[in-house]
């Protein structure tokens, strides 16, 4: 927005996309809230190896529900959430999926992240299968000033316990409801 203040949230793998985008972002923006995200591969150097690897035909498989539950949900989330994550990968080309994968592995944007004039907040969900802290490890060696939150869920935090996480964020000074 041009006239009014907003902020970045971030999850996942979008995470490394608002780093770049703070960085061209006007006067208005106010803080880039990162949840169960990384700037750099947890993975460096080996992941620029492992990368190599990756191949688009992996990615034509259906991933089975227990691993997408396991990794990216927990046994507290809805079926319905299931499905709408199930409905989310199939929806994408494999190509753009080991894509996405490869660059995850490659990834290194911490040097944007540490130049970033606003301020950076990192939503960590308590019970995060695919990353842990790892994604925050690499934000706080960029930004040791990362304010960073802990809200109970699983690595999509945002759609599993969405209400979590706007509580937690609303509880930041300068952070308005109308704002997320």
């Known amino acids: 927005p041009l006239e009014k203040q907003y902020i970045i949230v971030a ?3 979008s995470g490394p996309m608002a780093v ?4 061209r ?3 208005n923006l106010q803080a880039v809230v990162l949840v169960a995200s990384f700037v750099r591969s947890s ?3 080996a992941g620029v190896w492992l990368a190599r690897f990756v191949m688009p035909g992996l990615f034509r498989l259906r991933p089975p529900r227990w691993l997408l539950r396991f990794l990216m949900l927990d046994s507290d989330s809805s079926d319905e959430v299931l499905r709408c994550l199930e409905g989310a990968i199939a929806s994408v080309r494999p190509e753009v999926l080991a894509g996405r994968f490869q660059h995850s592995l490659k990834v290194d944007v911490s040097g944007t992240l540490a130049r970033c004039a606003v301020r950076t907040v990192y939503v960590l ?3 995060d299968r695919l990353l842990g802290q790892r994604g925050l490890r ?3 060696a960029a930004r040791p000033d990362t304010e960073v939150m802990s809200v109970a869920g699983p690595h999509l935090l945002l759609q599993c316990n969405p209400t ?3 509580a937690a964020l ?3 000074p300068l952070l308005e409801p109308d704002s997320l």
């Not at 770049?20 to 960085?23: E, T």
Request: proline letters at 8%.
């Open 20 to 23: 770049l985008l703070s960085g």
């Open 11 to 13: 999850e996942s793998y």
């Open 43 to 45: 993975w460096s150097p």
């Open 138 to 140: 690499g934000v706080l």
């Open 25 to 27: 972002a006007g006067r």
């Open 170 to 172: 609303t509880r930041l």
């Open 125 to 127: 969900p308590g019970k």
């Open 164 to 166: 979590g996480a706007v």
